[in-house]
C-alpha cells in the first residue's frame, strides 16, 4: 500500500459486519474476510501512528499541506479528502490546537480561510510518514514468500 493510498483511507465500522456464518456462501465468506482483512490492517496503521500524536485523517491533511508547499483553503482540503467541510473543520480545529496547523485569512478571498502548516507541523509530518512506512513494511513482512504478489495481483483484479 503506497503512503499516498493510505492516508486517504477513511475509518470503515467493522461493526456493522454481520459475523462469519459457515452456512454462507464462500464467495460472501470471501469478502467479510476481506473486510476484516482491511480493517485489521488499518487498526494496525493506525496504532503505529498513534505512537507519533497522529491519525490516519490527521496525516492525510498533514500531508495535502506538505505536498502543496502552500497555504490550502479548508474547502479544497475537503474536496481533495472526499468530505464535507464541517469534518475538515472539526479536523483542523485538532490539528490546529495540537500546533501543527494554523489558520490564516485569504488576502484573495475574505470569504475564504487557508490552513497552513506549522514548523510542528512539518516535523510531526515526517514522523508520521516515517511511522506508516515502518507499519507498512510490518504488515508485508507478514505475508510469507510470493504472498504478496498474488495478493497484488488479487488487489489489482478487484480494482479493475
Same mark, same amino acid.
Given at each position: 500500500?503506497? +503512503?499516498?493510498?493510505?492516508?486517504?483511507?477513511?475509518?470503515?465500522?467493522?461493526?456493522?459486519?454481520?459475523?462469519?456464518?459457515?452456512?454462507?456462501?464462500?464467495?460472501?465468506?470471501?469478502?467479510?474476510?476481506?473486510?476484516?482483512?482491511?480493517? $485489521?490492517?488499518?487498526?494496525?496503521?493506525?496504532?503505529? %501512528?498513534?505512537?507519533? #500524536?497522529?491519525?490516519?485523517?490527521?496525516?492525510?491533511?498533514? +500531508?495535502?499541506?506538505?505536498?502543496?508547499?502552500?497555504?490550502?483553503?479548508?474547502?479544497?482540503?475537503?474536496?481533495?479528502? +472526499?468530505?464535507?467541510?464541517?469534518?475538515?473543520?472539526?479536523?483542523?480545529?485538532?490539528?490546529?490546537?495540537? #500546533?501543527?496547523?494554523?489558520?490564516?485569512?485569504?488576502?484573495?478571498?475574505?470569504?475564504?480561510?487557508?490552513?497552513? %502548516?506549522?514548523?510542528?507541523?512539518?516535523?510531526? +509530518? $515526517?514522523? #508520521?510518514?516515517?511511522?506508516?512506512?515502518?507499519?507498512?513494511?510490518?504488515?508485508?513482512?507478514?505475508?510469507?514468500? #510470493?504472498? $504478496?504478489?498474488?495478493?497484488?495481483?488479487?488487489?489489482?483484479?478487484?480494482?479493475?
Amino acid at each position: 500500500m503506497s +503512503h499516498n493510498r493510505a492516508v486517504r483511507t477513511r475509518s470503515r465500522n467493522g461493526a456493522r459486519r454481520p459475523a462469519a456464518d459457515s452456512r454462507r456462501p464462500a464467495a460472501d465468506s470471501l469478502v467479510f474476510s476481506f473486510l476484516s482483512a482491511a480493517d $485489521a490492517v488499518e487498526a494496525r496503521l493506525e496504532a503505529a %501512528l498513534s505512537q507519533t #500524536g497522529l491519525s490516519l485523517a490527521k496525516l492525510a491533511v498533514l +500531508h495535502l499541506l506538505a505536498d502543496a508547499k502552500e497555504a490550502l483553503p479548508l474547502s479544497d482540503l475537503a474536496a481533495r479528502q +472526499h468530505c464535507v467541510r464541517s469534518n475538515i473543520t472539526q479536523l483542523v480545529d485538532r490539528l490546529e490546537k495540537d #500546533g501543527l496547523v494554523r489558520r490564516r485569512a485569504d488576502l484573495a478571498d475574505r470569504r475564504s480561510v487557508l490552513a497552513e %502548516l506549522t514548523p510542528a507541523g512539518r516535523q510531526a +509530518h $515526517a514522523r #508520521g510518514v516515517r511511522a506508516l512506512a515502518d507499519a507498512q513494511r510490518a504488515v508485508v513482512r507478514a505475508l510469507k514468500a #510470493g504472498e $504478496a504478489t498474488s495478493l497484488q495481483n488479487a488487489l489489482s483484479a478487484l480494482s479493475s
